[in-house]
């Protein structure tokens, strides 16, 4: 009986994620060998602390200082990018292992957003996976299941809660009634949230997971510059008491629509009904909605970050590279990625919320009236909590559907008048 030649693995990075993969290889080693028929063999690592116990015995496993020098040794079979950033030692090391021939798995959005279709058609043209299952929404299967599970749809949108630290500062705000930066606060001492959480808060991981996404459910060139970006960094304890009062959650989504003046990509809050999918997730986790034109919506929720989910959907990754299956990298051949047509923020339909602080005087509603109708603007349900003449008072109102630029122009206006004390917040309703 002929057996196998093992999976020869080498990884760089053994921080949360490869530590992770080093832990879940070791556990489950005959488990994988049953999936694939071959061993998965870790036989080179690099990291920059040679010290630090990794958790498993890597005594008889090679050690590389520089990621770049492992990414060619002739002993591996795949190369692991698990250090992160979307330039330096990782783009550098990637590189270098599709020039010498080696697969690659990596969990590097940062990378993939800004160059992924570049090494998408490097790998493929030398014949080599380059796959990134637990680069979006960690341990949700995302990736696989829109470019394997949903192949035989048209993609009409996918969209999700694709960051857990802001879906936990968003959730313990509704649930403690906290402010946005005491939450925020609370969740760096309790390891939820980096020392710098600008990445994550300000929307730019999300958008780095969404340009993936994007590519992979349009069959488009990865386009992260046209994605619009925003944060949760405005959001107030306010804001999130009006939501549930209006029926609704917010959250920080990323959307990816086709429409006919293009595709869509962004990354705002949002406020979505509380009984949707969406609207029920809750804390660290994230989901991932995808509309197909023949499945309808499938919805798909779990852990998107941590040590074992991220492990998870790497190991799924070699378990794909070991068995020889093997699928274009955004589902259709690199060379026929299409370049993505972006839809403009401005061009968006759909409804909005809006929240003012204004003087507690008679006039100042039949003005903000008046505005809207000029930009034809249609209200749909308004809030005025008590009467405090002369004092500031918050007014709430959400519209019809309307464009962006028209609600743009109306609340450029609106924050001119007189009465109106702050500049007008701005939520997007989005009726899933
Ligand atoms: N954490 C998550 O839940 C998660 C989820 C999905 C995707 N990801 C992605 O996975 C990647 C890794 O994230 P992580 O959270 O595991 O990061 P991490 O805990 O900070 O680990 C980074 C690892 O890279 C090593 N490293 C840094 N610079 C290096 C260099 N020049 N050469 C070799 N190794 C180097 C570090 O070495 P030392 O240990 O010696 O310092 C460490 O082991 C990132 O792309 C991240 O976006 C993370």
Redesign the pocket.
């Known amino acids: 009986m002929s057996v196998a030649k093992p999976l020869r693995i080498g990884i ?9 993969v080093l832990k879940l290889l070791a556990s489950h080693g005959e488990l994988l060998t049953q999936r694939t028929g071959r061993t998965l063999q870790v036989t080179a690592v ?5 010290s ?1 116990d ?1 958790g498993v015995d890597l005594s008889s496993v090679r050690w ?4 770049a020098t492992l990414a060619v040794d002739p002993e591996i079979d795949v190369f692991v ?5 979307s330039d ?3 783009k550098r ?1 990637v590189e270098a292992a599709i020039a010498s021939g080696k697969h690659v798995v ?6 993939l957003a800004h160059h992924g279709s570049a090494l998408a058609a490097a790998a493929e043209s030398a014949g080599l996976t380059l796959a990134f299952e ?2 979006v929404a ?1 341990g949700i299967p995302a990736i696989k299941g829109l470019r394997e599970g949903l192949a035989g749809n048209n993609i009409r949108e996918v969209h999700g809660i694709l960051n857990g630290t802001c879906n936990y500062i968003l959730t313990e705000m509704r649930t403690t009634g906290r402010d946005f930066a005491d939450v925020l606060a609370d969740a760096q001492r309790l390891g939820y949230a980096e020392a710098d959480p600008s990445f994550d808060i300000d929307g730019v ?1 999300a958008a780095h997971k969404l340009a993936v996404l994007t590519a992979v459910a349009f069959g488009t060139k990865v386009d992260f510059n046209s994605v619009h970006v925003e944060g949760i960094r405005h959001i107030s304890a306010l804001d999130i008491n009006y939501a549930q009062e209006l029926g609704y959650r917010i959250r920080l989504l990323g959307i990816a629509r086709r429409t006919d003046a293009g595709i869509e990509q962004r990354v705002h809050p949002c406020m979505v009904p509380t009984n949707s999918p969406i609207g029920a997730t809750d804390g660290v986790f994230n989901a991932v909605v995808a509309d197909g034109d023949f499945v309808d919506k499938v919805v798909l929720v779990g852990r ?4 074992g ?2 492990a998870s ?1 790497v190991v799924a990754d070699l378990v794909d590279i070991a068995r020889g299956r093997s699928t274009p990298t955004f589902g259709i051949p690199a060379e026929q990625l299409a370049p993505l047509v972006p839809s403009p923020i401005s061009r968006r339909q759909g409804r909005y919320y809006v929240r003012l602080m204004v003087v507690d005087r008679p006039g100042v509603i039949a003005d903000i009236a008046a505005t809207l109708r000029d930009q034809h603007v249609s209200m749909e349900a308004f809030l005025q909590r008590g009467r405090s003449p002369g004092e500031a008072v918050p007014v709430v109102w959400t519209t019809h559907e309307t464009d962006e630029a028209a609600m743009q122009s109306a609340l450029a206006a609106i924050g001119a008048l007189d009465a109106v004390l702050e500049p007008p917040r701005m939520i997007r309703i989005e009726d899933f």
């Not at 760089?12 to 992770?20: C, K, M, S």
Request: no cysteine.
């Open positions: 760089a990075g053994l921080g949360t994620v490869g530590g992770g690099s990291a920059r602390d040679r630090r990794r590389y200082e520089d990621a990018e698990l250090i992160g950033g330096g030692i990782a090391a990596t969990a590097n959005k940062a990378l637990a680069a960690g991981d998107g970050a941590g040590a989910p991220t959907a």
